[in-house]
């Protein structure tokens, strides 16, 4: 194989983003993981996401691929790199992570998902540190049994009505995760594109209101199922809830909704993802069964 060529672009062609999906596939099954998230899969087609690709290609082919979104507020500028399996060990790994590294600024950070242990090793050789994890936890879902599922009287609860609810939801969304660099900043479209996934299903989009104030959403637990798994295996997608609600006990109360959902859909594993310094999240995860699975790195140039 000759040298490597990286090209820049804002939005993608088609031919190069179904090349660039195809290597994603491969790099998946190779590794056992996804290279990168389901947000920048989505903005591979996408004409307005705000992510950048960077596009590695070897001999007219592409070979590597990163995506970066850039920093917005206090969130550093993220990045998340793949290479195709077959143009593994010429160095493009590195080249691609030095490059979005560098345009994404002295904060930036690139994902190491299941954080491998050629990952480790390229962050050692280009002197990364580990800035944030991410931690899968799994649980089965017929064992432990799950508790009952009491709603107490001030909460209500219902699954999604359509797009009259999507303001509500994205108010609740982006005020539960100001913090956070990925989820916080959704927009309609962010919500549109999912209901148009094959997985989406009203049925797992569960919503909590107080039945004094029935058009206010206080939380909300967003189910999927992973069909592309053998067996399919259900994931706790996201869990928000209003800040103004918390202390209610409204994280359990929908987890435990949406989980009882995917056990009746006689799916044999759940799945989700928290931070790893997320106390308050671990602890719920953990008393409902859940154990961590595999972590997810992301690195940034060191101080």
């Given amino acids: 194989m000759g040298e490597t060529t990286l090209r820049w672009s804002t939005e993608l062609d088609a031919e190069v983003a179904r090349a660039v999906r195809e290597l994603l596939e491969r790099a998946s099954a190779e590794d056992g993981v996804a290279p990168v998230s389901e947000q920048a899969v989505l903005s591979l087609v996408a004409t307005d996401s705000g992510a950048e690709h960077l596009v590695a290609l070897r001999d007219g082919v592409v070979a590597g691929y990163a995506n970066l979104v850039a920093a917005h507020g206090e969130h550093p500028a993220m990045a998340e790199v793949a290479v195709d399996p077959a143009a593994r060990n010429h160095g493009i790994g590195a080249e691609l992570v030095s490059a979005v590294l560098t345009k994404g600024g002295s904060a930036a950070r690139v994902w190491a998902h299941g954080n491998r242990p050629a990952a480790q090793a390229l962050a050692a050789r280009l002197g990364l540190r580990v800035a944030r994890e991410l931690w899968q936890m799994r649980r089965p879902l017929a064992t432990p049994e799950l508790p009952e599922l009491v709603v107490p009287g001030d909460n209500a609860l219902r699954t999604y009505e ?14 539960a995760f100001a913090w956070h660099p990925e989820q916080g900043g959704w927009t309609e479209r962010d919500i549109a594109v999912r209901r148009e996934e094959s997985w989406f299903d009203p049925k797992g989009l569960f919503i909590a209101v107080d039945p004094a104030d029935p058009d206010r959403i206080l939380g909300f637990h967003w189910t999927k199922v992973h069909y592309e798994e053998n067996p399919p295996v259900g994931e706790v997608y996201v869990v928000g809830i209003d800040p103004a609600a918390q ?57």
Avoid: K, M, Q, W
């Fill in 162 to 175: 359509g797009a009259a609810d999507d303001a509500e939801l994205l108010r609740v969304n982006n005020a």
């Fill in 247 to 303: 202390g209610r006990g409204l994280g359990r109360l929908l987890t435990l909704a949406g989980l009882r959902y995917l056990r009746e859909r006689e799916l044999p594993e759940v799945l989700l993802y928290t931070e790893a310094d997320n106390t308050a999240a671990v602890h719920t995860y953990t008393r409902l069964g859940f154990e961590p699975s595999h972590i997810d790195v992301a690195y940034s140039a060191a101080d």
